[in-house]
């Protein structure tokens, strides 16, 4: 065969001399099966001569011949049916070639004699996606499993990322390689997004790029069926991300800005603050927070507002302080009105802010909530009447008006002013209604429901959150669904309905731990204190209000604070105990006189 393949100027056209020379040469020098193994075959695959030549070995070659072809595209030679049809080629996928667990166990044994746990290699498995050369190879500032080729690589100064310049990315021309740079900021994407924040490219359309990425097999995924969404295989992607970030740092800075808006615009939040926060661009990430707050408020993302509020330093509050007021009241929102008080206070002194009568009234609402969280009612109720005062001429900050509504009604509602609660409250929810704002609406209506309950309105009030449930599950909102299922429940409890009223509580736990509102998991606790003393369960009705308490204590709800201690002297009435009763609300007597509530 290489005396023929020598003398023949072009062997492959036509191919069958050499072909049958090849076969014959096999046939009488092997007997026992054996392998050829055709690496990279995506190379030459555009070759018809060698396709062909292919072809036809594939078909006229004995039964202890194998031939494995490994190609990063699909191959797709003449008699390739015919073979298929006769159940003589079999396919393997990327699934199929990587390792799993177990697998790279037996393996690491078979190399170092010695086992390693299953915990490192799940680790390094989902690290990798089984891949064995991202398992051989060590990752920047990572070693790989395998010493031996750890040394090597720092003798050599290889790498994963080497392995991808060299192997891949060095490879492809130079518009596609700035445009798989661009791409791989998205963690996942189609030709319509990469056109969206990059704009039309002058050569290549980002369709033929999908394409090329796809058809070479350039470490892509398809996220669906049609291939219309792809994403990088995440070391591949990794590895991108730092050739952009190193070798185009202006580039690299613009390409994530434009992330950012573009993100906006689509109101997709996360991602645009994600986009911000990559390169670490300060004013672009209190710019998401300030536009994002109110949607993400109302579907229940007031936590995710907090994680964000916390990763910009104080500096960053100092020259954009209604940050001040966005971190106060989402600590109030999430249990913590005393540090909400203390934020919104930094806000409201704030010679910006006072000179910005849409953000001082705002913060004045704010700070409205908290000290009505804190006991505070006569401050909260102030509070709005001044935030009223200050923006009374102004027709378009109507929605503050009407939130400042709200939380004079909530006050009044909290010290048994109830006709004028009903008042303030119904104020607040024409507003709403007439700003078609429904996620307000709900709550303002949720609020009624609360003060019909104290006025003995059960029916009227239960009717009042059932009409809500559907609103807030619409939106995920975990924590007006823990409100209502609680009220709900309460309602149940006062009319005699227990087990309902036990179903109701087990639902509004769901939702309270779900949103891992501490607020809410207390009022809970508490309403279920009620429900067994309702049942004439006394010991077990100071269990839950001891567990309400402690939570109580810590978030400082002042509300429960009050509540509890005067339902626990209760219980203890009922149990005969009545020294503790008194001595339970003698401490509560002086706790109000010192606290001034």
Not at 1 to 23: E, K, M
Not at 357 to 375: C, D, M
Not at 393 to 413: P, V
Request: with cysteine; proline share 3%.
């Amino acid at each position: 065969s290489l005396i023929l393949l020598d003398s023949l100027t072009n062997p492959l056209n036509p191919p069958a001399q050499i072909l049958s020379t090849v076969i014959d040469d096999i046939f009488n020098s092997i007997s026992e099966n054996f392998v050829i193994f055709l690496d990279d075959f995506h190379l030459v695959n555009d070759q018809a001569e060698i396709n062909d030549f292919i072809s036809q070995f594939g078909q006229q070659m004995d039964e202890n011949t194998h031939l494995l072809i490994s190609s990063r595209k699909m191959f797709n030679f003449p008699g390739l049916p015919l073979l298929i049809s006769h159940s003589q080629v079999n396919g393997v996928n990327q699934k199929d070639l990587a390792f799993q667990p177990k697998e790279l166990r037996e393996l690491y044994k078979e190399k170092h004699h010695k086992s390693i746990s299953e915990e490192v290699c799940s680790q390094m498995v989902a690290n990798t996606s089984g891949w064995i050369t991202g398992l051989m190879l060590r990752q920047p500032g990572q070693n790989s499993l395998f010493p031996a080729q750890d040394k090597a690589a720092r003798i050599t100064g290889t790498n994963l990322d080497c392995y991808f310049q060299e192997e891949v990315f060095k490879k492809q021309p130079g518009l596609v390689r700035m445009m798989m740079l661009q791409s791989s900021l998205f963690e996942e994407f189609n030709a319509d997004l990469c056109e969206k924040v990059y704009g039309k490219q002058d050569k290549i359309s980002w369709p033929e790029l999908l394409n090329e990425l796809s058809e070479n097999n350039l470490f892509i995924e398809e996220i669906e069926d049609n291939g219309m969404w792809i994403r990088y295989h995440h070391l591949f992607q990794d590895f991108l991300r730092r050739t952009f970030s190193n070798q185009f740092p202006d580039d690299f800075n613009r390409a994530h800005n434009q992330m950012t808006e573009t993100h906006l615009e689509s109101q997709e939040w996360e991602k645009a603050f994600d986009a911000a926060h990559k390169i670490n661009d300060l004013q672009k990430m209190a710019n998401v927070i300030e536009i994002s707050f109110g949607p993400l408020l109302h579907a229940g993302r007031i936590k995710l507002l907090f994680e964000w509020l916390q990763i910009l330093p104080e500096e960053c509050c100092l020259a954009k302080p209604i940050l001040f007021s966005l971190r106060g009241f989402s600590y109030t929102e999430l249990g913590n009105p005393k540090k909400g008080l203390l934020e919104i206070n930094k806000a409201i002194t704030n010679e910006q802010i006072q000179s910005d009568a849409n953000q001082l009234s705002r913060a004045l609402v704010w700070r409205s909530t908290a000290n009505r969280l804190l006991g505070n009612y006569t401050d909260g109720i102030a509070d709005s009447i001044n935030a009223i005062e200050l923006i009374k001429h102004k027709t378009n900050l109507d929605l503050i008006k009407a939130e400042a509504y709200r939380e004079i009604g909530l006050g009044f509602g909290r010290i048994g002013n109830y006709i004028t609660a009903l008042k303030f409250l119904e104020k607040s929810s024409g507003v709403y209604k007439a700003e078609n704002r429904l996620n307000n609406l709900a709550q303002v209506q949720m609020d009624i429901g609360h003060v019909l309950i104290n006025i003995g309105n059960f029916h009227e009030a239960k009717t009042n959150f059932t009409n809500a449930i559907n609103h807030w599950s619409s939106l995920s909102n975990n924590i007006q669904l823990a409100m209502i299922m609680n009220n709900l429940g309460y309602i149940s409890t006062l009319t005699g309905r227990y087990s309902e009223a036990d179903d109701y509580f087990t639902k509004g736990e769901i939702y309270a731990d779900l949103a891992v509102n501490r607020r809410m998991q207390a009022f809970i606790l508490a309403s279920r204190g009620d429900l067994a003393q309702s049942t004439k369960q006394y010991y077990e009705s100071i269990r839950y209000y001891d567990k309400s308490e402690t939570i109580a204590k810590e978030i400082h709800e002042s509300f429960l604070l009050i509540y509890i201690p005067i339902a626990k002297a209760s219980c203890f009435r009922h149990l005969k105990k009545h020294s503790q009763s008194e001595e339970i609300l003698t401490k509560l007597k002086q706790q109000i006189a010192l606290g001034g509530s």
